[in-house]
């Protein structure tokens, strides 16, 4: 069974916005959202100031205490962009949630940071305080995916995603396969992260932050010369997948189709990437397609600002493409938000699909020598109008991901 999958929701929490509109808005006025951490200057030793906060955000007031007891941030932000994506989809209080036709395939690359320093507590203080029924459902890997569930009783199947940087597109390549397949009828699919310094102590001990501490809008620079690093970011992103022959029965609006998803391990290293088989993942999409490469008009790069991630995605990108296809990278608006930027990326590939027009990378003004020779998009962005966008993303442990969806 190959069964055609559609987008017919979507919804996003980020520093970009918390509706589509306003996500659009800002990657059409070229804002950098990275601010200065004050409250980062206690940490001796992390050298990074720089991050992409949400900014004021908080739950619904419809929201109450029983539901939201067992909601750190990490899946408090993923539950709002599901609610938003099913109102987006005309499915919010629909029957079909609750029928077992409806699951939900989601990643962060951890639960939230707060439930975890409880329990660590507990072994420094040798007393269990601080420690209550939710807290294990809080710092949980899957705790996104299960709240989701929980809040809008769905009872098909549960698909975890926690691979850190392919979270998100995991999670939508995994529920395109969930209906393609015949398993299920709709996905939420999608991925969050919430912001926490630990995140950038991580990647700060592998000297590969961005310390602009004095500039935080000119950083990151994907794919720049002088690029120093990433900055961390937090979000939500939530796609609504569907059959599409369910979704035209419904009269549901239709944003995209699911045409293409290939993943696969390089099985190398677990922190260094390998172009080669990057580009195998990249190819078993476009084969999943059934499409050339000349049929893609737009990359959505992973763009990280990490020297040796840029490298070699741009060179996987070229050795498949062998053009200079338009490529840019949406984490120099906000920073690299891990478990998120896979399903925030997908979202605003759809989006800039449909109004064919596609955001530059900002802070990049000389292109490393050392990447591929590509179509850099660059100042006021780029009017492209094609069928068929790619957007891909790596993640530590050699995880590959892409996906193509199609104009319809």
């Given at each position: 069974m190959n069964r055609r999958v559609v987008v017919t929701g979507m919804g996003a929490v980020s520093p970009l916005g918390s509706t589509l509109d306003e996500t659009f808005a800002s990657l059409k006025a070229a804002k950098n959202f990275v601010v200065y951490m004050k409250e980062w200057d206690k940490y001796k030793g992390l050298h990074t100031r720089l991050a992409s906060p949400i900014i004021g955000f908080k739950a619904p007031e419809h929201y109450g205490r029983k539901q939201t007891r067992s909601m750190g941030r990490t899946a408090m932000l993923a539950v709002r962009s599901a609610e938003l994506a099913l109102e987006d989809a005309s499915l919010l209080g629909s029957k079909e949630l609750e029928d077992g036709s409806c699951g939900v395939a989601y990643g962060s690359s951890s639960g939230s940071i707060d439930a975890i320093y409880d329990f660590y507590s507990v072994i420094k203080s040798n007393e269990v305080s601080g420690v209550t029924s939710s807290t294990y459902i809080k710092m949980m890997s899957h705790t996104s995916p299960v709240n989701i569930s929980v809040f809008f009783k769905l009872k098909g199947r549960l698909i975890p995603t926690g691979t850190a940087c392919t979270s998100g597109s995991l999670g939508v390549g995994y529920a395109y396969e969930a209906i393609k397949y015949g398993h299920q009828t709709i996905m939420l699919a999608g991925g969050s992260e919430e912001l926490d310094p630990t995140q950038s102590v991580v990647f700060d001990t592998l000297f590969a932050t961005s310390t602009m501490n004095d500039a935080p809008h000119a950083t990151p620079r994907p794919y720049d010369r002088d690029r120093d690093g990433l900055v961390i970011g937090e979000g939500a992103a939530t796609l609504v997948l569907e059959e599409f022959e369910h979704a035209r029965a419904r009269g549901a609006k239709i944003y995209a189709e699911i045409v293409g998803f290939g993943t696969n391990t390089d099985g190398a290293h677990i922190t260094q990437p390998e172009s080669e088989t990057m580009?195998?993942?990249?190819?078993?999409?476009?084969?999943?397609?059934?499409?050339?490469?000349?049929?893609?008009?737009?990359?959505?790069?992973?763009?990280?600002?990490?020297?040796?991630?840029?490298?070699?995605?741009?060179?996987?990108?070229?050795?498949?493409?062998?053009?200079?296809?338009?490529?840019?990278?949406?984490?120099?608006?906000?920073g690299h938000s891990l478990g998120a930027c896979g399903a925030l990326e997908a979202a605003a590939s759809i989006l800039m699909l449909n109004k064919r027009w596609f955001a530059p990378t900002l802070n990049l003004e000389n292109v490393d020598p050392e990447c591929a020779e590509l179509d850099y998009i660059v100042g006021s962005g780029a009017n492209i109008d094609t069928e068929y966008c790619m957007s891909n993303n790596f993640a530590f442990g050699g995880i590959n991901t892409s996906l193509i969806f199609k104009k319809l």
């Amino acid at each position: 069974m190959n069964r055609r999958v559609v987008v017919t929701g979507m919804g996003a929490v980020s520093p970009l916005g918390s509706t589509l509109d306003e996500t659009f808005a800002s990657l059409k006025a070229a804002k950098n959202f990275v601010v200065y951490m004050k409250e980062w200057d206690k940490y001796k030793g992390l050298h990074t100031r720089l991050a992409s906060p949400i900014i004021g955000f908080k739950a619904p007031e419809h929201y109450g205490r029983k539901q939201t007891r067992s909601m750190g941030r990490t899946a408090m932000l993923a539950v709002r962009s599901a609610e938003l994506a099913l109102e987006d989809a005309s499915l919010l209080g629909s029957k079909e949630l609750e029928d077992g036709s409806c699951g939900v395939a989601y990643g962060s690359s951890s639960g939230s940071i707060d439930a975890i320093y409880d329990f660590y507590s507990v072994i420094k203080s040798n007393e269990v305080s601080g420690v209550t029924s939710s807290t294990y459902i809080k710092m949980m890997s899957h705790t996104s995916p299960v709240n989701i569930s929980v809040f809008f009783k769905l009872k098909g199947r549960l698909i975890p995603t926690g691979t850190a940087c392919t979270s998100g597109s995991l999670g939508v390549g995994y529920a395109y396969e969930a209906i393609k397949y015949g398993h299920q009828t709709i996905m939420l699919a999608g991925g969050s992260e919430e912001l926490d310094p630990t995140q950038s102590v991580v990647f700060d001990t592998l000297f590969a932050t961005s310390t602009m501490n004095d500039a935080p809008h000119a950083t990151p620079r994907p794919y720049d010369r002088d690029r120093d690093g990433l900055v961390i970011g937090e979000g939500a992103a939530t796609l609504v997948l569907e059959e599409f022959e369910h979704a035209r029965a419904r009269g549901a609006k239709i944003y995209a189709e699911i045409v293409g998803f290939g993943t696969n391990t390089d099985g190398a290293h677990i922190t260094q990437p390998e172009s080669e088989t990057m580009a195998v993942a990249l190819k078993l999409s476009l084969e999943c397609a059934k499409i050339s490469p000349d049929a893609i008009g737009y990359v959505n790069g992973h763009g990280t600002a990490t020297k040796q991630g840029d490298e070699a995605e741009t060179k996987a990108v070229r050795s498949i493409f062998n053009r200079s296809v338009p490529i840019s990278s949406q984490k120099s608006y906000i920073g690299h938000s891990l478990g998120a930027c896979g399903a925030l990326e997908a979202a605003a590939s759809i989006l800039m699909l449909n109004k064919r027009w596609f955001a530059p990378t900002l802070n990049l003004e000389n292109v490393d020598p050392e990447c591929a020779e590509l179509d850099y998009i660059v100042g006021s962005g780029a009017n492209i109008d094609t069928e068929y966008c790619m957007s891909n993303n790596f993640a530590f442990g050699g995880i590959n991901t892409s996906l193509i969806f199609k104009k319809l």
